[in-house]
């Protein structure tokens, strides 16, 4: 156990430096196993469980003595077990809210006792007792470095002297050793799916590298070859005793400009190898750092490589004019050829290596999507620092002021600038885009207003004093300069004109706490200012407010904080507080703290500007990552119990952002957030409630959390909340809520008792898109209700869904047919959509270019087909409808062949429409899909077959096109749905002699046979009918061979 805690586990260090185990998968998964273990126990060895331990295992816990009942002694907070050892001294000990536990058996009885908490007071033992196995045997049998001699150890003492003891000690260490390897193994198996890079991935950036390059001046190499022709089985050119260390091939690549570069391309990253040695042999030695793909690799070795992939971009990868660079951060990309995407985007945009190459006066040629544009911003010619390995090199945009002769500046545009740095770097595109980003929206300067207020003329005057003044006098001009209105855009831009936003950011580097707390002030109030927020970034200014959250000034760390709250609105400015340090500064803002109704203003002031910050930067996914990392759940989950309604919304805001992570959903639930966001739905602050829903909306995904929500009452005051429908934005974060959790039925009942699904009904008009979609959502999960599909009906609701069909919102539109295919399970309510003309509009969805709206619309058509009235003749009325729906399983979406596969079935039971399809082709284009491991589509597959078999000569062409074989399969699966719907396949394809042969070769007889006592009525029959015809071919056969 203690070389798994050591190594498998995930720990962290907040801010203390005091190892903490993360609330990640990982761990609760080790947890978990260490509970079950521990549980067993004393029912699996009850001999070792009353083994004392050498010293007892000590931690603070969160029972109270009410818990303990039989087997204890309990006098008032004290609790001793009735077990003792053979000194008199108690197994058990629990005191002042400290657990002293001395045997397994003990550890075992806390554990049921424990229930519900048991996994954090595991939790809690083991970051008290880092090595526990130390204490139960102990220190010569604790965990080392290197070769553990332990057991060994502990051999020789049994061979000297063999007492019950020493036995009982061989037996618990061998225990404790089995878990270790049962932690590790289950530990690996986790992180090894994690790896980075496959055969595959590597292959295909090879096969990309080699279309560019080449002898020509312009090609971005000479050559890329691998090392070795062969290729085994997994797709690895390595060695087997190199893939065991996670290799996959070896490759020579001759760059324009430098010596040939050797390079092992594995699991983890691709680096410099040795070269190869006298003969074939490669020096597999690591000689470099590890980079992400080829593409990094070389942009940090070849500036020509750099040079030669831009033109190489404008000719095989141009985008059209008319695109902007919001679409880069929500893009899916596929294959590699991202990287020469960001390429373009680094070195065109003046983020890339090679602007820091060139001839002196040489400048960059600006961004092709900059031509449209009237604005410009020269490149600085300094070097840039070093950044991270992984994302390259960059350089930074100057901003140049320029006095005129009226005195007005002009000041450079950052407009473009912002767009190119904040989408060059590769790790940007796992940002969050739960809301549109600044580096996508125009960042404009109005300069059409030449009447100046006073205020500007009063900064300017004001800037020769806070640039040349000694610290009394820069004092006294900050103050003056506080005193105007620096909420104003004038007065903002004022300052970045006059040149003293840069005296500013400087201010903050001097040892003058009052100058850097004017400078603090002015900044925060300014950096509302789009602009502004920009300017600090590419000043520097975030990197020394970083700095200050060291600062032993609580007020100088609170307005460094907040300002880094403004500015942290962009993704390059978030970059740049995690590459600095800046989370786990700002977490430890939220650590000297005790929670409660004692905490002091200081404190909550302190917390509340930390939350505001992390609440900026965990727009980021690796922001989010390093806030866990940083220890800041735990600290999230004790503010969160905390009545002051100010600290609360960035707490929860906070907590809201991060719950699109599942680490962030397991940890709201395992450390009990759940009770406290749904308390917070009562509160007065319209804000606070918008987050609380939002939370629950972005956790409800899990089952689990849906139960809590449930469990702690949280149903109710969601319901209640949609009479606010005048604020829309917490009206979106109520339904949504409302509707994740409704998709438990549990959860459907009880909006049921609050007449949820009727105030639904009414939000079906007059709102905006994003409560529209949360809406049809909720009522979609809802009518899978009989009585709420009738409630729907009655309240008008069917007509406002049926129109939304026309809607051009993908996410809606997939919301929308769910509904109108719940709600056309009643007869009644299908006879309303066929008279709106809802089919029609569901068949003409077929066609939408998306594939979830393709799938949701052909699942909705199930049910319209299955109980409208003449549905045989309504299809057949739809123009070309039968060939749109049979050239849909030409799809490569599983979901929308399954789909499509299931309304098939259901149209097929028509005879004429079923002689339509054939004639299009369905039954060849049925048979190509018999080969899937999936059973959903295996089951949906095998009912249109079973449907299609009744025209013509389908059962011989299902022989004919090899389907039969793949059916028989289907009997081996372990889903009772896939044997019901292939058994009734088989039955109907044996009515053919062909089909019955080939039944019997593939053994579906015995298969059957088992089937024919299922209590299921359909398969019980399906499964006889099809060994009677196989059966009766089988006699036919000996009769005319015998006579």
């Not at 899916?332 to 020469?340: A, K």
């Not at 599942?662 to 917070?680: C, D, F, H, Q």
């Amino acid at each position: 156990m203690g070389v798994a805690l050591a190594r498998a586990a995930q720990w962290t260090a907040a801010g203390s430096g005091t190892g903490t185990l993360g609330i990640t998968p990982l761990n609760e998964s080790l947890l978990n196993q260490i509970i079950k273990f521990a549980e067993d126990f004393s029912t699996k060895h009850p001999q070792e469980a009353a083994f004392v331990f050498r010293e007892p295992l000590e931690w603070k816990t969160q029972l109270d003595s009410s818990v303990f009942g039989e087997g204890y002694e309990i006098n008032e907070a004290t609790v001793q077990s009735e077990a003792k050892d053979k000194d008199g001294q108690p197994l058990f000990v629990l005191s002042a809210s400290t657990l002293r536990v001395r045997s397994f058996d003990q550890l075992s009885r806390l554990l049921h006792i424990a229930m519900e908490k048991k996994l954090k007071e595991t939790q809690a033992c083991l970051e008290a007792n880092r090595d526990p196995i130390v204490k139960i045997l102990g220190p010569e049998y604790g965990t080392v470095e290197g070769e553990d001699k332990s057991i060994l150890h502990l051999f020789d003492e049994v061979k000297k002297e063999s007492d019950l003891e020493t036995e009982l000690k061989m037996k618990i260490i061998l225990l404790l050793h089995q878990l270790d390897l049962q932690l590790l193994n289950s530990s690996l198996k986790q992180i090894s799916q994690d790896v980075r890079l496959n055969p595959a991935a590597v292959n295909n950036e090879v096969n990309l590298l080699k279309n560019f390059s080449g002898q020509g001046e312009d090609t971005v190499l000479e050559s890329l070859e691998y090392t070795s022709d062969y290729m085994f089985s997994n797709g690895c050119r390595a060695p087997p005793w190199r893939q065991v260390h996670g290799e996959i091939c070896y490759l020579v690549i001759k760059p324009h400009d430098t010596d040939p570069l050797y390079i092992t391309c594995s699991t983890a990253g691709v680096f410099l190898n040795g070269g190869q040695l006298k003969g074939k042999d490669i020096d597999y030695e690591r000689k470099s750092n590890l980079y992400k793909d080829i593409v990094t690799f070389l942009r940090e070795r070849s500036p020509r490589f750099v040079e030669n992939m831009t033109k190489q971009e404008y000719s095989f990868f141009k985008e059209p004019a008319h695109e902007n660079y919001q679409h880069v951060e929500g893009a899916e990309i596929f294959g590699q050829s991202q990287s020469f995407h960001e390429f373009r985007r680094m070195t065109v945009c003046g983020r890339g290596k090679s602007s820091s190459l060139g001839s002196p006066g040489q400048r960059l040629k600006p961004c092709m999507k900059w031509k449209n544009s009237e604005l410009s911003a020269s490149h600085s010619d300094k070097s840039p620092k070093k950044d991270s390995e992984e994302e390259g090199k960059s350089s930074t945009v100057s901003l140049t002021t320029k006095k005129k002769a009226s005195g007005k500046s002009k000041t450079v545009k950052i407009q473009e600038a912002s767009k190119c740095k904040a989408s060059s770097s590769p790790e940007d595109v796992g940002e969050s885009s739960s809301e549109t980003d600044e580096d996508e929206q125009p960042l404009r300067r109005q300069e059409g207003n030449t009447d100046l207020s006073a205020e500007y003329w009063g900064i300017q005057k004001l800037a020769k004093y806070v640039k040349g003044g000694d610290p009394t006098a820069t004092v006294i001009a900050l103050c003056s300069m506080r005193d105007l209105n620096l909420s104003q855009e004038t007065c903002q831009l004022a300052i970045k004109d006059t040149g003293c936003l840069e005296v500013l950011i400087n201010l903050l580097d001097t040892e003058e706490i009052k100058c850097q707390t004017g400078s603090l002030k002015i900044l925060k109030e300014i950096s509302q200012n789009v602009l502004i927020r920009h300017a600090i970034a590419d000043l520097g200014g975030l990197e020394i407010m970083v700095k200050i959250l060291d600062s032993p000034d609580t007020d100088l760390k609170c307005l460094a904080a907040e300002t880094i709250a403004n500015v942290a609105r962009f993704k390059r400015a978030r970059k740049t507080v995690r590459q600095h340090g800046g989370i786990k500064r700002l977490v430890e803002l939220l650590e000297s703290i005790s929670v409660g109704s004692s905490c002091q203003a200081k404190d909550t002031e302190t917390a509340r500007c930390g939350a505001l910050a992390l609440w900026s930067c965990s727009r980021s996914t690796k922001n989010k990552k390093a806030i866990r990392k940083a220890g800041g759940i735990p600290l999230l989950a004790r503010w969160l119990k905390c009545s002051h309604t100010n600290i609360l919304v960035p707490i929860v805001g906070t907590l809201q952002e991060c719950a699109s992570e599942p680490s962030y959903r397991l940890a709201i639930r395992t450390e009990g957030m759940i009770e406290n966001l749904v308390k917070n739905l009562s509160s007065e602050n319209e804000e606070l409630q918008m987050h609380c829903a939002s939370a629950i909306f972005k956790c409800a995904e899990d089952e689990e959390i849906r139960d809590l929500v449930r469990k702690h009452e949280g149903l109710q005051p969601l319901s209640v909340l949609l009479d606010n429908s005048e604020n829309k934005q917490l009206l979106a974060a109520v339904t949504g809520a409302i509707w994740k959790c409704a998709i438990s039925r549990e959860n459907v009942l009880k909006f049921q008792e609050y007449k949820t699904v009727e105030t639904l009904v009414t939000l079906l008009t007059d709102q905006p898109e994003e409560v529209l979609i949360n809406v049809i959502g909720a009522l979609g999960e809802c009518c899978q209700e009989e009585e709420n599909r009738g409630t729907i009906r009655k309240c008008g609701g069917i007509a406002p869904i049926v129109k939304l069909l026309t809607a051009t919102n993908q996410a809606l539109l997939v919301n929308v047919n769910k509904a109108v295919g719940g709600c056309a399970m009643e007869p009644e309510n299908m006879l309303i959509i066929d008279s709106l003309d809802g089919v029609r509009l569901l068949w003409s969805l077929l066609k939408n270019p998306s594939p979830e709206v393709q799938a949701s619309a052909a699942w909705a058509l199930c049910p319209c087909v299955e109980n409208a009235k003449n549905s045989g003749e309504m299809v057949r009325s739809f123009v070309g409808g039968l060939e749109l729906i049979v050239n849909l399983l030409k799809s490569k979406d599983k979901e929308v062949l399954t789909s499509v596969c299931a309304a098939i079935a259901n149209i097929a039971k028509d005879q004429e429409n079923l002689a339509v399809m054939t004639d299009h082709g369905v039954v060849p284009l049925l048979s190509k899909l018999a080969n899937t491991n999936n059973n959903k589509l295996r089951r949906h597959l095998a009912e249109a077959i079973a449907h299609c078999c009744m025209w013509g000569s389908n059962r011989v062409a299902f022989g004919e096109t090899k389907a039969v074989a793949p059916l028989a399969r289907y009997l081996k699966a372990k889903d009772p749905l896939v044997h019901r719907a292939t058994a009734l396949a088989l039955y109907q394809l044996s009515e053919d002699p062909n089909n019955c042969v080939i039944m019997h070769e593939n053994g579906v007889v015995k298969l059957l046979l088992a089937m024919v006592g299922s209590t299921d009525d359909a398969l019980q029959e399906a499964a006889a009918g099809c060994i009677a015809n196989i059966r009766r071919l089988a006699l036919a056969t000996e009769k005319a061979k015998y006579g």
